[in-house]
């Protein structure tokens, strides 16, 4: 009596097995796979059998990408198929009695597959779909905390101790500026000693950010500087070493 049970619910499930197989577009299950009713069910789920395809795709352009790296995977190939024919008679004396057990533990883990997917519907959708979701969610719950957290910033860059805070910085750039244009005076470009470089902002909030570009320019102006004089130093003395030269 509890033979027959087992076997009408083993033949449930493999007609459940069937109707899933043929409602997913033709899916083709891969031969190895299809021993097992848990693994044919999982290599059903979109997202399982789009990065099993996505492999197996990356594989196939690795081997043709140059003729080192195909040899190399081949020869790897070549040794699994020795492998397997090797261990084949051993395999099938042991499979046998390795049936009833793996028959009940592939059951087991089926039951849990279509419990997961029952209980989580999502793992049924196309990974896109996932993707579209789960960033629908995150704009829908992280938008308002990120204009909260604009606006705490904003206030804080907006107030007073800031402000009198980037006014100091504004003035010793400005100094600064003119020490470097006094030092090492700057080329022919007149943007090269124009400070401000951009122009000042009109949101008080956006003064930090201004603030750093300009000491950013002042950096590199530098950096700028010091290479254009020592190029010119060296243009000068390969020019005097060749008069020199010449003369001689």
Not at 78 to 86: E, F, M, R, S, W
Not at 126 to 151: C, H, M, W
Not at 156 to 166: D, I, K, L
Request: with cysteine; aromatic share 6%.
């Amino acid at each position: 009596m509890s033979h027959e049970k087992s076997e009408g619910g083993h033949k449930g499930r493999k007609n459940q097995q069937q109707n899933s197989q043929q409602s997913n577009n033709g899916l083709q299950i891969p031969e190895g796979m299809k021993r097992s009713e848990f693994l044919s069910n999982l290599y059903k789920i979109p997202l399982v059998y789009t990065t099993v395809s996505l492999a197996v795709d990356l594989y196939e352009k690795a081997k043709g990408s140059s003729r080192i790296v195909g040899g190399a995977l081949s020869f790897a190939e070549t040794g699994v198929h020795l492998a397997q024919g090797i261990a084949s008679p051993f395999v099938n004396r042991l499979t046998p009695v390795a049936a009833a057990p793996l028959s009940k533990v592939d059951d087991l883990a089926t039951k849990g597959l279509l419990s997961l997917e029952k209980n989580v519907p999502v793992i049924k959708k196309q990974p896109q779909e996932i993707y579209s979701d789960a960033k629908g969610v995150l704009e829908t719950r992280l938008q308002p905390t990120v204009q909260r957290f604009n606006g705490i910033t904003n206030s804080v860059m907006s107030s007073s101790v800031a402000q009198f805070s980037f006014d100091i910085y504004e003035k010793v750039l400005f100094v600064s500026g003119t020490l470097l244009n006094s030092i090492i005076p700057p080329s022919q470009d007149p943007e090269q000693s124009r400070f401000p470089h951009d122009k000042r902002p009109e949101d008080k909030s956006a003064r930090g950010t201004w603030l750093a570009k300009e000491s950013y320019f002042l950096v590199t102006s530098v950096c700028s500087r010091l290479f254009g004089l020592a190029q010119s130093r060296l243009d000068s003395a390969i020019h005097a070493a060749q008069n020199m030269k010449k003369t001689l």
